[in-house]
């Protein structure tokens, strides 16, 4: 209970958080909403076939299914976590060390575990590719000496009996009844063994690319669905403790563990929830179309057609499994980034066409047969009729990735502007 409980939820929000993007922002929050919605009743369902309590309570998200309330909150926050990266990751450590001090948040909304986990969101975000890059460079000594560290948090916790509630991150401090300094030290104990164990796990699993990077990249619908097979598997578990040594019994839930693992994470379990979230959330926006502004811009003169990472591709129906996807880039427009090298630059919005192509509405055509200057030359040519007068293009200004755009007048030499 404390090896896992320790670090399974910090490592998964924090791996989360790493592709977090704020564009189509309104389909991404309530995607989850969705999904929650879709889940709950079925559990309860489910449970009241197998003869269990399903625990009714709509404020109170039932079991494992905080984690898609708490995921629309933390995307909601994206925005402001890209534009004040430093504010926003200060507020998140203040917030997850002291959000337990109000006595109203609990369990209700997962307002309680949205605090606590919310820093490894984060951090996930403005540093975790960084961090997973840092870990995997380890040397083996210094893998097996993070992993003893992490280790030693986990057997501190066990051998002082630490409530292993804390863990949970769902309650607050007037629960444990302790006062406010004692809370937060144990609050910011609790993260650091989060903290150390994550980067243990990362230092020997981030170079991975076999079948437990493929289980990662359909992590949300193993997620969803083990919830069924661990309920539909309890009775007979639970009856089983009467017959076979413990150990025999955990053993067998290690073994189904893994063979469910795998099948959980076959592709048309992802690709069906993929669909239905798609469909749904699509079907709720429509009515709502300042909600989806790549809708008005596939439609205003690309034809719906782009490459893909373009927020304006076409089939790039979204689903919380973009979460960790690295297709669903953010929207270049607006956000100032350059188009990626070796693509081409015929989908960016200062490209302008070669003759007998169809005209950008970017700038005027060129006239037929001119040349464009070459990266490295200093000056635009003079022989278009279009513009009277043109100024030379400074040195630094020559090293752009794009080509030039002939403007009247060249009003900056700053790589940034």
């Not at 302790?178 to 910011?188: A, H, Y």
């Not at 926006?285 to 690309?302: M, V």
Request: overall charge neutral; aromatic content about 14%.
């Amino acid at each position: 209970m404390y090896f896992i409980y320790m670090f399974h939820m910090p490592a998964f929000v924090f791996l989360a958080g790493i592709t977090a993007k704020s564009n189509k922002l309104a389909e991404r929050v309530l995607t989850y909403f969705v999904l929650l919605a879709t889940v709950l009743p079925l559990m309860w369902g489910w449970m009241w076939i197998f003869g269990l309590n399903p625990d009714y309570d709509f404020l109170r998200p039932f079991w494992y299914t905080w984690f898609l309330l708490s995921m629309a909150w933390w995307m909601i926050t994206v925005p402001f976590i890209e534009r004040f990266p430093r504010t926003m990751l200060v507020a998140s450590l203040v917030v997850g060390l002291f959000g337990g001090l109000l006595p109203i948040l609990d369990t209700e909304l997962s307002a309680a575990r949205t605090m606590a986990f919310w820093p490894f969101f984060v951090i996930g975000k403005l540093y975790g590719k960084q961090i997973i890059g840092w870990a995997g460079s380890l040397a083996l000594w210094q893998k097996l000496g993070l992993s003893v560290a992490a280790l030693a948090a986990v057997g501190y916790f066990y051998l002082d009996q630490v409530d292993h509630y804390w863990l949970y991150g769902s309650l607050n401090f007037a629960h444990f009844g302790v006062s406010v300094p004692e809370g937060v030290g144990l609050r910011l104990i609790v993260d650091l063994g989060a903290v150390l164990l994550t980067l243990a796990l990362l230092t020997w699993l981030s170079n991975t690319k076999d079948t437990i990077a493929t289980i990662g990249k359909h992590s949300l619908a193993v997620y969803i669905l083990h919830g069924f097979v661990v309920r539909g598997l309890q009775p007979v578990l639970d009856d089983s403790r009467t017959v076979l040594h413990d150990a025999v019994v955990l053993l067998i839930c290690v073994a189904l563990a893994v063979v469910w693992t795998g099948v959980l994470s076959w592709g048309p379990f992802e690709r069906a929830l993929r669909w239905w979230s798609s469909t749904v959330t699509g079907l709720l926006l429509k009515p709502f179309p300042f909600l989806r502004p790549e809708d008005s811009d596939r439609r205003g003169g690309r034809g719906g057609r782009g490459r893909r990472g373009d927020a304006y591709y076409s089939g790039d129906a979204h689903h919380p499994g973009n979460a960790y996807s690295e297709g669903d880039g953010p929207d270049r427009q607006g956000l100032g980034l350059q188009p990626l090298p070796g693509v081409g630059y015929q989908h960016s919005p200062g490209f302008e066409q070669q003759p007998g192509q169809q005209q950008s509405f970017a700038s005027p055509a060129p006239v037929a047969g001119e040349a464009y200057p070459l990266p490295g030359s200093h000056e635009v040519p003079q022989n278009n009729a279009t513009y009277e007068t043109t100024q030379e293009v400074p040195a630094g200004a020559a090293q752009r990735a794009m080509r030039y755009r002939r403007l009247p007048v060249y009003l900056s030499g700053d790589e940034d502007s």
